[in-house]
């Protein structure tokens, strides 16, 4: 079997069971199990795999036919400009985040030195690319999540982004301030269409990062106390969530409240100033 049969096969494999990018996951795969780029299996398309190749390959597809995230059996996944370690420890981090860092970005602008809480940091994802693309940004992750912490830890020695870190339940008590932003990509699924999500997300992800428990509400009522005056709150919400979480700004005196859209066009940023 060569490259293009094995894409060709390997996608329709990953589509019958589910998949909604099927020929791109089987890439990646493929890739994976032989070292090379996306390009580089087409450029190769008409090479043979060995005995070997097809069992890892096999081993690979299978893993991803019972609903494991790509991410997870790659063992890393790209987020802005950084390549971070990834496991069922915490959320696959994902491009509508990446709008999160950008609007932390637009916010920070200017500032000297700004102090930052990355409230549910789970990966580090937000947390290290901050730093990265803000570089004198002093930066603290926190978690209520052991395990989750162990991989910021992972990506922190990774990158070589000295981000602080350290386990903490904002339910029961918010990280003293004053700090310049917050910014948190809480858990907003409502409980009641858990069931419902995605087997890849439902069945494979930690569902404490997933399942809402006021999370969202103690880092805007956390925020609104420990932001210095005209720091910046910046959230990820779910479907549907923007205009009752913006009202809640405003509600508690924030000022400049605004949504952002993420890629697919969906509400999916709120921010406001204290």
Do not use: K
Request: glycine residues 10%.
């Amino acid at each position: 079997m060569n490259l293009q049969a094995a894409l060709r096969d390997g996608a329709e494999r990953l589509q019958a069971s589910g998949s909604q990018t099927a020929r791109l996951d089987a890439e990646l795969l493929l890739g994976h199990a032989l070292g090379l780029t996306r390009t580089g299996l087409y450029a190769a398309s008409d090479r043979s795999l060995d005995d070997d190749e097809r069992d890892v390959y096999e081993r690979l597809l299978a893993r991803r036919e019972r609903h494991e995230p790509v991410a997870y059996i790659l063992g890393e996944w790209g987020f802005r400009r950084l390549m971070l370690a990834t496991d069922r420890r915490a959320l696959v981090p994902r491009p509508e985040t990446e709008v999160v860092v950008e609007r932390c970005l637009a916010l920070l602008d200017g500032a000297a030195a700004p102090r930052v809480l990355d409230v549910g940091t789970g990966s580090g994802a937000i947390a290290l690319a901050i730093l990265d693309e803000r570089p004198g940004a002093l930066v603290t992750g926190v978690d209520v999540s052991r395990e989750a912490l162990e991989l910021a830890w992972e990506n922190r020695r990774r990158t070589g982004l000295e981000v602080g870190l350290d386990r903490r339940d904002v339910l029961v008590g918010f990280p003293p301030g004053p700090w310049d932003l917050v910014v948190s990509n809480p858990p907003y699924v409502d409980r009641a269409e858990f069931a419902a999500l995605m087997p890849d997300i439902r069945d494979w992800e930690p569902s404490v990062a997933l399942v809402a428990r006021g999370v969202t509400e103690a880092v805007i009522d956390g925020a609104t106390e420990a932001l210095r005056p005209r720091g910046a709150l910046v959230l990820e919400i779910g479907d549907g969530q923007a205009a009752a979480v913006a009202g809640e700004l405003r509600r508690l005196g924030f000022r400049d409240v605004a949504v952002t859209e993420d890629l697919a066009g969906r509400p999916r940023v709120v921010e406001g100033r204290r």
